[in-house]
């Protein structure tokens, strides 16, 4: 029979893909250090993934070199390999595996992981962004959104949000670019976002103005660490939003036509 | 897939046809059911007998009404039956003689004997309803009738074509099937001139124009848009043609049997659009411009069509592919990582919504529909919708065949659950 591309292998290849620019840029200004992160959270998210593949039969997908790249990126410096290792093992088993692998988990993998390296090693400090870095996630959002791998939506809604925010000065500039590289990294990740058009630009323009509003009144936050936890409250009210938006469509579709 | 207006234009291999249509009667032919449905019938013709073009060869068992009508005048060879007397295929073979069956349309005037007079003439199974697909109870009363004069499949043989210098009874037609529901009839065409008249198709007629991509003329995504069925909503669909063949039928008594059918694929020669009839042979058909080596002959579009030997009641497409030769088993290792715990799960793209025109919330639709959550999927509209409507997304997606049966089980699971 004949089929078609957009299997989970290819989604996922298309993203990584997106993600290059960004990987790139980060790699050659973070030189071997960052490799070593990288590879790190390489080898023990691939483990997992083998685990669950011979242990439950769950096929690995290559969505987990983008869970790796972003948990490399974002990660607290200087953790050591130990709170990586617990960390990683963490945010891939809970996050994701537990509920079948890549395209059945609720929340992204790599946010979950962010979340408890924050909230488990808060003595340690987060990572800092050069320019040429934050400025790749726009050729990353191109990519994703022109392949239709990323919910253009949720960025529209995310850069709409943001834009009127740093036009009204409550967005330091290292703070918007954190939120830039954590927007294409861990929100607009299409399986965990909302689902539904409508739920989608609510998604992004949440995720905005929860860092416009962790910015102002969260002091002492790291720039990273503000978009980790908007990320992670946004990505936790992805479901009540799509239950919204159905809700209107259903009820704007009953006006209509008298029926659903 | 940056694209704007909804819908998708899936490419497939085919070689070009030339512009001339033949008609072509083939040596045998089939009387079968709509596809995937199983009818209980009482066989009218022997085996051996002569039968007209257009003559009642079996009926349905409970509503004697409804016949199944030879497509041409010939011989009943073979009359196969399933257990409990459900009609598998009729084959007739040709012989020579133009005998033609003629209906009696005097009383085609009054809604019920239209009704009779479809139902003797054989036509009622070119139609369909919605929710759970199938030709229409015997009794049943629409809510709507779509009149699909646009089929944006891929390789589909283009309606307009079809209706040219018909104009007349397709009219008549549309001025018939309007006295078979109290709803609208909605005529859904592509963009251009109206395929009709508006005052000349009947007062409750609704032209409706689609776009272009698949799967904006796809009935159940037109359904879903413009008269979403229900479970006591029924809506009924029929091809424009059919609805010109009707119109035929009133005028003379008799129903023309043959349908622009095109037939196209990678494993052609020379793609070919002809005038033929249902039920023809599809290895007569394709005999002669067939590509060297093995090949699969499917009755529909390569989205939706299924391997078969006869063409199906109501396709206007033929699809002849190359076969898959079965490969050596993969490696263990290999198989594990790419095989194990099938189906995978949809990830949401932009091809994914576009696969079902934008007009619905895809993900959720699928995730409903995957979960099994009858009540979710019901609300967002999978009673107007059949297999065919959500191929382009099994198609996307990579995953033959899975949508469509997890589709067709709900389907039968909600039909079992509200009948009761």
Same mark, same amino acid.
Not at chain 2, 341 to 357: R, V
């Given at each position: 029979?004949?089929?078609?591309?957009?299997?989970?292998?290819?989604?996922?290849?298309?993203?990584?893909?997106?993600?290059? %620019?960004?990987?790139?840029?980060?790699?050659?200004?973070?030189?071997?250090?960052?490799?070593?992160?990288?590879?790190?959270?390489?080898?023990?998210?691939?483990?997992?993934?083998?685990?669950?593949?011979?242990?439950?039969?769950?096929? #690995?997908?290559?969505?987990?070199?983008?869970?790796?790249?972003?948990?490399?990126?974002?990660?607290?410096?200087?953790?050591?390999?130990?709170?990586?290792?617990?960390?990683?093992?963490?945010?891939?088993?809970?996050?994701?595996?537990?509920?079948?692998?890549?395209?059945?988990?609720?929340?992204?993998?790599?946010?979950?992981?962010?979340?408890?390296?924050?909230?488990?090693? #808060?003595?340690?400090?987060?990572?800092?962004?050069?320019? %040429?870095?934050?400025?790749?996630?726009? #050729?990353?959002?191109?990519?994703?959104?022109?392949?239709?791998?990323?919910?253009?939506?949720?960025?529209?809604?995310?850069?709409?949000?943001?834009?009127?925010?740093?036009?009204?000065?409550?967005?330091?500039? #290292?703070?918007?670019?954190?939120?830039?590289?954590?927007?294409?990294?861990?929100?607009?990740?299409?399986?965990?976002?909302?689902?539904?058009?409508?739920?989608?630009?609510?998604?992004?323009?949440?995720?905005?103005?929860?860092?416009?509003?962790?910015?102002?009144?969260?002091?002492?936050?790291?720039?990273?660490?503000?978009?980790?936890?908007?990320?992670?409250?946004?990505?936790?009210?992805?479901?009540?939003?799509?239950?919204?938006?159905?809700?209107?469509?259903?009820?704007?579709?009953?006006?209509?036509?008298?029926?659903? | 897939?940056?694209?704007?207006?909804?819908?998708?234009?899936?490419?497939?291999?085919?070689?070009?046809?030339?512009?001339?249509?033949?008609?072509?009667?083939? *040596?045998?032919? !089939?009387?079968?059911?709509?596809?995937?449905?199983?009818?209980?019938?009482?066989?009218?013709?022997?085996?051996?007998?002569?039968?007209?073009?257009?003559?009642?060869?079996?009926?349905?068992?409970?509503?004697?009404?409804?016949?199944?009508?030879?497509?041409?005048?010939?011989?009943?060879?073979?009359?196969?039956?399933? =257990?409990?007397?459900?009609?598998?295929?009729?084959?007739?073979? @040709?012989?020579?003689?133009?005998?033609?069956?003629?209906?009696?349309?005097?009383?085609?005037?009054?809604?019920?004997?239209?009704?009779?007079?479809?139902?003797?003439?054989?036509?009622?199974?070119?139609?369909?309803?919605?929710?759970?697909?199938?030709?229409?109870?015997?009794?049943?009363?629409?809510?709507?009738?779509?009149?699909?004069?646009?089929?944006?499949?891929?390789?589909?043989?283009?309606? @307009?074509?079809?209706? /040219?210098?018909?104009?007349?009874?397709?009219?008549?037609?549309?001025?018939?099937?309007?006295?078979?529901?109290?709803?609208?009839?909605?005529?859904?065409?592509?963009?251009?001139?109206?395929?009709?008249?508006?005052?000349?198709?009947?007062?409750?007629?609704?032209?409706?124009?689609?776009?272009?991509?698949?799967?904006?003329?796809?009935?159940?995504?037109?359904?879903?848009?413009?008269?979403?069925?229900?479970?006591?909503?029924?809506?009924?669909?029929?091809?424009? *043609?059919?609805?010109?063949?009707?119109?035929?039928?009133?005028?003379?008594?008799?129903?023309?049997?043959?349908?622009?059918?095109?037939?196209?694929?990678?494993?052609?020669?020379? !793609?070919?659009?002809?005038?033929?009839?249902?039920?023809?042979?599809?290895?007569?058909?394709?005999?002669?411009?067939?590509?060297?080596?093995?090949?699969?002959?499917?009755?529909?579009? =390569?989205?939706?069509?299924?391997?078969? /030997?006869?063409?199906?009641?109501?396709?206007?497409?033929?699809?002849?592919?190359? @076969?898959?030769?079965?490969?050596?088993?993969?490696?263990?290792?290999?198989?594990?990582?790419? /095989?194990?715990?099938?189906?995978?799960?949809?990830?949401?793209? !932009?091809?994914?919504?576009?696969?079902?025109?934008?007009?619905?919330?895809?993900?959720?639709?699928?995730?409903?529909?995957?979960?099994?959550?009858? *009540?979710?999927?019901?609300?967002?509209?999978?009673?107007?919708?059949? *297999?065919?409507?959500?191929?382009?997304?099994?198609?996307?997606?990579?995953?033959?065949?899975?949508?469509?049966?997890?589709?067709?089980?709900?389907?039968?699971?909600?039909?079992?659950?509200?009948?009761?």
């Amino acid at each position: 029979m004949i089929r078609g591309l957009w299997n989970r292998e290819t989604v996922a290849l298309m993203l990584l893909a997106a993600y290059l %620019p960004l990987a790139l840029f980060w790699l050659w200004l973070g030189g071997s250090e960052a490799l070593g992160r990288l590879g790190l959270s390489v080898l023990v998210v691939a483990i997992w993934h083998l685990v669950f593949m011979l242990v439950r039969a769950q096929p #690995p997908s290559l969505a987990a070199l983008t869970t790796a790249l972003a948990v490399a990126m974002l990660a607290p410096e200087d953790l050591g390999v130990l709170r990586m290792v617990l960390g990683i093992t963490f945010g891939v088993v809970m996050g994701e595996l537990v509920f079948g692998g890549w395209g059945r988990n609720v929340v992204n993998p790599a946010t979950v992981t962010l979340s408890f390296l924050g909230f488990g090693f #808060p003595a340690f400090a987060w990572p800092a962004f050069d320019d %040429p870095t934050a400025w790749a996630a726009i #050729p990353a959002a191109l990519i994703g959104v022109a392949t239709g791998t990323m919910p253009a939506p949720v960025l529209a809604g995310a850069v709409l949000v943001g834009a009127a925010a740093a036009a009204g000065g409550i967005l330091p500039e #290292p703070v918007l670019f954190a939120a830039g590289i954590a927007l294409v990294l861990l929100v607009a990740d299409p399986v965990t976002c909302a689902a539904t058009t409508l739920g989608r630009w609510i998604n992004g323009a949440l995720y905005a103005a929860l860092v416009a509003l962790f910015a102002t009144g969260w002091a002492g936050a790291a720039p990273v660490q503000i978009a980790v936890a908007a990320a992670l409250l946004t990505s936790l009210a992805a479901p009540l939003l799509d239950e919204a938006a159905l809700a209107l469509w259903i009820a704007n579709r009953r006006r209509r036509h008298g029926r659903t | 897939m940056l694209s704007f207006g909804a819908g998708l234009t899936p490419e497939f291999p085919s070689p070009a046809g030339n512009s001339h249509i033949d008609e072509v009667f083939t *040596e045998e032919a !089939a009387v079968r059911p709509p596809v995937g449905h199983a009818l209980h019938v009482t066989p009218l013709a022997q085996e051996g007998e002569l039968v007209a073009q257009g003559a009642a060869v079996a009926c349905l068992r409970h509503a004697p009404d409804v016949c199944f009508t030879a497509p041409l005048a010939g011989r009943v060879a073979r009359i196969t039956l399933l =257990p409990g007397r459900k009609l598998s295929e009729i084959v007739l073979f @040709r012989e020579p003689g133009d005998a033609v069956e003629r209906h009696d349309t005097g009383r085609a005037s009054t809604p019920a004997g239209l009704r009779r007079l479809m139902q003797g003439a054989g036509l009622w199974p070119w139609l369909r309803r919605r929710p759970f697909g199938g030709m229409p109870a015997h009794g049943e009363t629409p809510a709507a009738i779509l009149v699909m004069a646009t089929d944006t499949r891929p390789f589909a043989p283009d309606p @307009r074509h079809t209706l /040219q210098g018909r104009e007349e009874d397709f009219a008549r037609g549309l001025r018939a099937l309007a006295q078979l529901t109290e709803g609208p009839v909605i005529l859904c065409q592509q963009g251009g001139a109206p395929l009709v008249d508006p005052g000349a198709g009947g007062d409750r007629l609704r032209i409706v124009t689609r776009g272009a991509r698949h799967p904006q003329g796809s009935t159940g995504i037109c359904v879903h848009q413009l008269f979403p069925a229900g479970l006591e909503v029924p809506v009924w669909d029929i091809h424009a *043609e059919d609805t010109a063949a009707l119109g035929a039928l009133l005028a003379t008594g008799v129903l023309p049997m043959t349908r622009l059918v095109q037939i196209a694929g990678s494993a052609l020669r020379e !793609a070919r659009t002809l005038r033929t009839h249902p039920g023809a042979d599809l290895r007569q058909l394709t005999q002669r411009i067939a590509a060297p080596g093995p090949h699969v002959l499917m009755s529909g579009s =390569p989205l939706d069509g299924h391997t078969a /030997q006869w063409l199906a009641p109501r396709h206007r497409q033929v699809t002849v592919l190359p @076969r898959e030769i079965a490969g050596r088993k993969p490696h263990w290792l290999v198989a594990a990582l790419t /095989q194990s715990a099938s189906p995978k799960p949809a990830i949401p793209t !932009a091809g994914l919504n576009q696969a079902f025109g934008a007009v619905l919330p895809a993900v959720p639709f699928i995730r409903a529909l995957s979960a099994g959550d009858d *009540e979710t999927a019901m609300k967002l509209g999978v009673l107007s919708l059949l *297999e065919e409507d959500v191929a382009l997304a099994d198609y996307v997606l990579s995953a033959p065949g899975q949508l469509t049966s997890t589709l067709r089980a709900m389907l039968e699971r909600i039909r079992s659950e509200f009948a009761a």
